[in-house]
């Protein structure tokens, strides 16, 4: 099985900064994209950032210049969030898409989530 566990979230003041981090585990051996998706009450989720295995980034423009998304090694992702702002209150999802993971007798592929992170800014 394939988890993917988000921390770092947190209560921050406009224009602080909070470091997002997600470990993906299970016997994986490659993720082809990783991302970082929202939702704020009453609203849909929406994409934050994203990045693939290559290095490539994509990123929401509410947050362009604000917010940097890193990959450590082929499991570990980072969102860097500078200059926040009330309206980046949200719940902060992990997603990891096109995992291919078992093992030499099988391998699997599938898209997986977190569990979400709470980041509250306030005015």
């Known amino acids: 099985q394939v988890q993917l566990v988000e921390s770092g979230g947190g209560l921050v003041q406009a224009g602080g900064s909070l470091r997002l981090s997600c470990a993906a585990s299970?016997?994986?051996?490659?993720?082809?994209?990783m991302g970082w998706y929202r939702q704020a009450p009453g609203k849909q989720r929406e994409l934050v950032a994203t990045?693939?295995?290559?290095?490539?980034t994509n990123y929401a423009d509410s947050v362009k210049g604000r917010f940097t998304i890193s990959r450590e090694a082929k499991n570990t992702m980072y969102l860097q969030m500078n200059s926040l702002k009330p309206e980046d209150t949200a719940v902060y999802y992990c997603?990891?898409?096109?995992?291919?993971?078992?093992?030499?007798?099988?391998?699997?592929?599938?898209?997986?989530w977190g569990q979400g992170t709470q980041v509250t800014v306030s005015s």
């Open positions: 299970g016997s994986i051996f490659s993720i082809n994209v």
């Open positions: 997603n990891a898409e096109g995992v291919l993971y078992g093992s030499s007798s099988g391998l699997k592929r599938g898209d997986y």
């Open positions: 990045i693939r295995s290559g290095g490539s």
